[in-house]
């Protein structure tokens, strides 16, 4: 139904990365949520009431928040599609992870509310109306949720949506715990045991453990998670299929919301290369980035002596002493300022964040150094890998 609609709601509905498209769609599965989910919380109302039974009532107002749910949803995505003003010079397109927060907070109240209620059911248990009816607006309910969690999840990987993934997990959970209702109400009914209130609380930690699963999901990105592998490969990818640029460093990703990233680096060119023609070269590999990655770039220059067969030594024994202490840590801008008593070792070098003892390390590579060549001394700067390599 979704790939009908999107047929004729979205124009060009196959160009996932363009921002009208994502704004298009997201809106699209918000109108559809807050359908199904209406008409859910109607159908399981109503079977509660007929029932007296806590789970489905609960599972009932469950969807009414997930209606709730995708409003906030739509509100988000209308929002993150905003242009950019004067007061919010990256756009707005953070909007759509704190509407993803939003669902998950609405997902952890109406799980701890459940919870609770269940517990007081547990306590004080009650016998349960059964009729086919009931059975039958329950399984149309597994039904819709098993959709609405399938379309949910293609679309929000397609679209690379945080907020409609979150969704998607909701629905999925959903659909868990109507089918523990379900099976609650059916067993209730043939052997008589009060369960009603023990799969309430089942269905309360299931709804828990999705909302924190989305909380968690929509909070690193507006706390600054690293980029994706991919999309670390695909930019080293542009960079360096030039031959000119001999290596790529300090490589920065700013995500300021879905089609709104900004990213910059350094690219090692040889000092003998022309400097107008390195500067057209940058500004042509920034082009090309910003066509590839929908991102905008902004590349540093770094200029790297390529004929000293010193510095080229000492650069490989650098290396070498790094790998031996730990695979993990790389260097680059590596500089060597000769003098008359002694000569300068200048150079960065990156280590994983989860390393933490820098300054002994700055004493174990000045040491190293040292039993080499006495007259050679260390500039050392040590710096985390904000790519997450």
Same mark, same amino acid.
Not at 84 to 113: C, F, K, Q, T
Not at 276 to 297: K, M, N, T, V
Not at 336 to 350: E, K, Q, S, Y
């Given at each position: 139904?979704?790939?009908?609609?999107?047929?004729?709601?979205?124009?060009?509905?196959?160009?996932?990365?363009?921002?009208?498209?994502?704004?298009?769609?997201?809106?699209?599965?918000?109108? =559809?949520?807050?359908?199904?989910?209406?008409?859910?919380?109607?159908?399981?109302?109503?079977?509660?009431?007929?029932?007296?039974?806590?789970?489905?009532?609960?599972?009932?107002?469950?969807?009414?928040?997930?209606?709730?749910?995708? =409003?906030?949803?739509?509100?988000?995505?209308?929002?993150?599609?905003?242009?950019?003003?004067?007061?919010?010079?990256?756009?707005?397109? !953070?909007? #759509?992870?704190?509407?993803? /927060?939003? =669902?998950?907070?609405?997902?952890?109240?109406?799980?701890?509310?459940?919870?609770?209620?269940?517990?007081?059911?547990?306590?004080?248990?009650?016998? /349960?109306?059964?009729?086919?009816?009931?059975?039958?607006?329950?399984?149309?309910? *597994?039904?819709?949720?098993? &959709?609405?969690?399938? &379309?949910?999840?293609? +679309?929000?990987?397609?679209?690379?949506?945080?907020?409609?993934?979150?969704?998607?997990?909701?629905?999925?959970?959903?659909?868990?715990?109507?089918?523990? =209702?379900?099976?609650?109400?059916? @067993?209730?009914?043939?052997?008589?045991?009060? +369960?009603?209130?023990?799969?309430?609380?089942?269905?309360?930690?299931? @709804?828990? &453990?999705?909302?924190?699963?989305?909380?968690?999901?929509?909070?690193?990105?507006?706390?600054?998670?690293?980029?994706?592998?991919?999309?670390?490969?695909?930019?080293?990818?542009?960079?360096?299929?030039?031959?000119?640029?001999?290596?790529?460093?300090?490589?920065?990703?700013?995500?300021?919301?879905?089609?709104?990233?900004? +990213?910059?680096?350094?690219?090692?060119?040889? &000092?003998?290369?022309?400097?107008?023609?390195?500067?057209?070269?940058?500004?042509?590999?920034?082009?090309?980035?910003?066509?590839?990655?929908?991102?905008?770039?902004?590349?540093?220059? %770094?200029?790297?002596?390529?004929?000293?067969?010193?510095?080229?030594?000492?650069?490989?024994? *650098?290396?070498?002493?790094?790998?031996?202490?730990?695979?993990?840590?790389?260097?680059? %801008?590596?500089?060597?300022?000769?003098?008359?008593?002694?000569?300068?070792?200048?150079?960065?070098?990156?280590?994983?964040?989860?390393?933490?003892?820098? %300054?002994?390390?700055?004493?174990?590579? !000045? #040491?190293?150094?040292?039993?080499?060549?006495?007259?050679?001394?260390?500039?050392?700067?040590?710096?985390?890998?904000?790519?997450?390599?």
């Amino acid at each position: 139904m979704i790939q009908f609609f999107s047929k004729i709601w979205i124009k060009d509905c196959n160009n996932y990365k363009d921002a009208k498209v994502r704004q298009a769609y997201g809106i699209l599965c918000g109108l =559809v949520g807050i359908g199904f989910n209406l008409l859910l919380f109607a159908g399981k109302f109503f079977a509660g009431i007929i029932s007296h039974s806590i789970a489905i009532t609960a599972d009932a107002f469950n969807n009414l928040s997930d209606a709730a749910s995708s =409003v906030i949803t739509l509100i988000g995505f209308k929002l993150a599609g905003k242009r950019p003003d004067p007061n919010h010079p990256y756009g707005m397109g !953070r909007m #759509e992870y704190l509407s993803g /927060l939003l =669902v998950a907070a609405a997902i952890l109240l109406m799980a701890v509310e459940l919870i609770k209620t269940s517990i007081d059911k547990i306590i004080h248990p009650n016998s /349960l109306e059964f009729s086919p009816l009931i059975v039958v607006i329950l399984l149309a309910s *597994i039904t819709v949720k098993c &959709y609405m969690a399938f &379309y949910n999840g293609q +679309i929000g990987k397609k679209i690379n949506s945080p907020a409609m993934e979150a969704t998607s997990k909701d629905s999925f959970g959903d659909m868990l715990s109507t089918t523990v =209702v379900l099976l609650a109400t059916i @067993i209730s009914h043939y052997t008589g045991l009060l +369960i009603d209130g023990y799969c309430g609380l089942l269905v309360g930690v299931f @709804i828990l &453990y999705s909302g924190i699963q989305a909380f968690k999901d929509t909070l690193d990105p507006l706390l600054g998670q690293p980029p994706s592998e991919e999309f670390v490969d695909k930019i080293e990818e542009i960079v360096m299929s030039h031959k000119e640029i001999l290596g790529m460093h300090d490589l920065l990703v700013h995500d300021y919301g879905p089609g709104r990233v900004i +990213i910059s680096l350094h690219a090692e060119v040889s &000092y003998l290369s022309d400097i107008l023609e390195s500067h057209d070269l940058i500004d042509r590999i920034e082009f090309e980035l910003r066509d590839q990655l929908l991102c905008d770039a902004v590349i540093h220059m %770094d200029p790297l002596v390529t004929d000293d067969k010193d510095l080229d030594l000492w650069k490989n024994r *650098i290396s070498s002493i790094l790998k031996e202490m730990n695979p993990e840590f790389h260097m680059h %801008d590596f500089r060597m300022v000769r003098g008359n008593t002694h000569t300068n070792l200048i150079f960065d070098v990156v280590v994983p964040f989860h390393y933490t003892d820098k %300054d002994t390390l700055t004493e174990k590579i !000045r #040491e190293a150094v040292l039993a080499i060549d006495a007259s050679h001394f260390c500039v050392i700067h040590i710096e985390n890998d904000y790519a997450g390599r």
